[in-house]
């Protein structure tokens, strides 16, 4: 996997051949956004394509995540989640993040559902 770094955006990249990546017309492998403020990382978004999910792309786009945390000095990493999302509630669970709090209605009055708060202390 190739990787760019562009200020709090972070894309994986396909290698040039690599066959998982073939036929989805684009190199693009994931992409993370976040950005470190006041020795927090807060994690923005996070997405990989569904032909290329459970390959562990999004752990490695985490990490890099957290690394950049740490080499910022930052103390802890957050997010919001939102209540049905299973798949990144146990991809942030299987990282060590832990639910601090709960925002009900927070995507909007017509779903009712809630945001989950995560945090992870960076060692
Ligand atoms: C959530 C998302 C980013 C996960 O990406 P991914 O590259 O498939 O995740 P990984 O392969 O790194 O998974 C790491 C671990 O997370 C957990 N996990 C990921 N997807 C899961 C699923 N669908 N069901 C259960 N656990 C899941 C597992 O513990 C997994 O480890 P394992 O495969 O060894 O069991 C992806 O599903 C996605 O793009 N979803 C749509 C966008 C989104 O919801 N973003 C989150 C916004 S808060």
């Given at each position: 996997?190739?990787?760019?770094?562009?200020?709090?955006?972070?894309?994986?990249?396909?290698?040039?051949?690599?066959?998982?990546?073939?036929?989805?017309?684009?190199?693009?492998?994931?992409?993370?956004?976040?950005?470190?403020?006041?020795?927090?990382?807060?994690?923005?978004?996070?997405?990989?394509?569904?032909?290329?999910?459970?390959?562990?792309?999004?752990?490695?786009?985490?990490?890099?995540?957290?690394?950049?945390?740490?080499?910022?000095?930052?103390?802890?990493?957050?997010?919001?989640?939102?209540?049905?999302?299973?798949?990144?509630?146990?991809?942030?669970?299987?990282?060590?993040?832990?639910?601090t709090?709960?925002?009900?209605?927070?995507?909007g009055?017509?779903?009712?559902?809630?945001?989950?708060?995560?945090?992870?202390?960076?060692?």
């Amino acid at each position: 996997m190739e990787e760019i770094v562009r200020g709090s955006l972070f894309v994986a990249r396909a290698a040039p051949g690599d066959a998982s990546a073939c036929g989805s017309g684009a190199d693009i492998a994931g992409y993370i956004c976040f950005w470190c403020v006041a020795g927090e990382v807060q994690i923005l978004n996070i997405a990989v394509p569904k032909h290329l999910r459970r390959k562990g792309i999004a752990r490695k786009l985490l990490d890099f995540a957290i690394c950049t945390g740490r080499e910022k000095k930052a103390g802890v990493v957050t997010l919001e989640v939102r209540q049905s999302n299973t798949a990144a509630r146990r991809l942030y669970e299987s990282l060590g993040f832990r639910i601090t709090g709960e925002r009900p209605g927070y995507y909007g009055a017509q779903s009712g559902e809630s945001a989950i708060l995560m945090e992870l202390d960076i060692p």
